[in-house]
Nanobody, 125 residues
Framework: QVQLVESGGGLVQAGGSLRLSCAGSGRSFSSTAMGWFRQAPGKERELVATVSISGGGTYYADSVKGRFTISRDNAKSTVYLQMNSLNPADTAVYYC??????????????????WGQGTQVTVSS
């Protein structure tokens, strides 16, 4: 069992940066690949990024590649999403997720074992 709590969302101007954090609890955190999804108003939920259990493997959606960085600190049971060069299209609720696999990759929302409650990110133009 893994519990996930996100923080770090907020309002930022276009071109700015935010760092999201996701604190995990439970014995399985260090053996569970992690990721972030987002859902904008009126749109389907979409994968943003994933990271392997070691942190050495990552995957990014094309829309965020080169701007966002996912990382994890297993000693702190925390996964991060550093978001740079934000634009209004990044406005969404961001969800931390966990999947019972060692590997990063392109995940469907149906692959996810655990979800956080979500944190709002709003980018103003």
């Amino acid at each position: 069992q893994v519990q996930l709590v996100e923080s770090g969302g907020g309002l930022v101007q276009a071109g700015g940066s935010l760092r999201l954090s996701c604190a995990g609890s439970g014995r399985s955190f260090s053996s569970t690949a992690m990721g972030w999804f987002r859902q904008a108003p009126g749109k389907e939920r979409e994968l943003v990024a994933t990271v392997s259990i070691s942190g050495g493997g990552t995957y990014y959606a094309d829309s965020v590649k080169g701007r966002f960085t996912i990382s994890r600190d297993n000693a702190k049971s925390t996964v991060y999403l550093q978001m740079n060069s934000l634009n209004p299209a990044d406005t969404a609720v961001y969800y931390c997720v966990a999947r019972g696999t060692p590997f990063a990759g392109s995940w469907s929302e149906y692959d996810i074992d655990y979800w956080g409650q979500g944190t709002q990110v709003t980018v103003s133009s």
